[in-house]
């Protein structure tokens, strides 16, 4: 079995200019003095951790919350303090997260002067009224402002995240956003349907029958437009929620689905090293003071058994369309997949939700429709 240093590092930036309606990440709205206590902490757990970084980084991930929330000189402090205790590979990719209307020249200057090379922009819809319905701050104008922006800063890795199958949206709504972005050219996109996540004031507002959630067939029809409108375009699809130009794919993301090893630094964000899991205090308050106190803020650490962390490869492997590559899982979990899985994958094909070939396996169409129950099955 394959065990290796970490080459992703993900940096959680906790802090947001306001919380949308349908949001479970961690964050908080952001105050004067909490960056400061962040960026400390953030300094003492990147030296904390510098015995696990024994690599150079390969891809760098900053998120959030809203990383772009911070002020251009918290942003130059945070991304100095990076660049200043980490090692990149070369090439590195090297992602920050934005909101539109949180991101103006002298902040992509920032940006740019310190290396980052790709922009993930959090656009959600170019629908007003859906955006506000989402909590949003921003309109469908910052959209196309920030991407000038972006431009005009010479960056031309950019990413959209839309979401579909909001309350009141349908199909011919869905397909609007589809033809905007795609007048966007960007090289890559990440399409999610809404999540209804507990102890949201959206999910509460659906339950109080507030709102009505759009209907499992025209949630399956946005989702099947999608697909078919960006790869008509020359997108591929590689991952259930994820389209890219050739090129253009997300490394970062890459590792997660491949179930590689990660370093997550900062509130709530997650680590994989060496077949362990463990996971940040979601908090602040926590994070700020254990750090101050000279430990890792860890909040939840597991230890997987191997068959369940080669479980959890062929589930991760699943989400990308390629799938679970026989040889590489073995690589990586030390077991021969068709041994494993090969009663479950023969039940799921038979049911035509997953292709198996020679060396390969692989969602088919329907069973991408159907992912959440599919992959549930192999858990
Ligand atoms: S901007 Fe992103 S992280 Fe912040 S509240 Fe909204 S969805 Fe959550």
Known sequence: MEEEAPKALYVHVPFCLAK???????????????????????????ELTAEERTQDFSTIYVGGGTPTALSADE??????????????AAPVEFTVEANPGTLDADKLHVLRIHGVNRLSIGAQSFDDGLLKLLGRRHNSRDILDVLA???EADFTNLSLDLIFGIPTQGPSDWERDLDELLRCNVPHVSAYSLTYEENTPLARRAAAGQLERVSEADELTMYETVIDGLTTEGYEHYEISNFARPD????HNEVY???????GLGPSA??????????????????VARLGAGELAVGFRERLAPEKRARETAVMNLRRTHGIDFDEFQRRTGFNASALLGEELQVLAQEGLIQVGERSAALTRRGLMVADTVLSELV
Do not use: H, M, P
Not at 75 to 84: I, K, P
Not at 248 to 251: D, E, I, L
């Open 248 to 251: 253009f794919r997300c490394a």
């Open 270 to 287: 997650a680590s994989y090293i060496s077949g362990e899991r463990r996971r940040n205090a979601s908090s602040l308050t926590d994070y």
């Open 257 to 263: 689905w491949a179930n590689a090893a990660y370093l």
């Open 149 to 151: 922006a972006a431009r």
């Open 20 to 46: 949308c309606s349908y949001c479970d990440f961690y964050s908080v709205v952001k105050t004067s003095g909490a960056v400061e206590k962040y960026l400390a902490a953030l300094r003492k757990e990147l």
């Open 75 to 88: 942003l130059a402090q945070l991304l100095s303090t990076l660049c200043g205790q980490v090692a990149f």
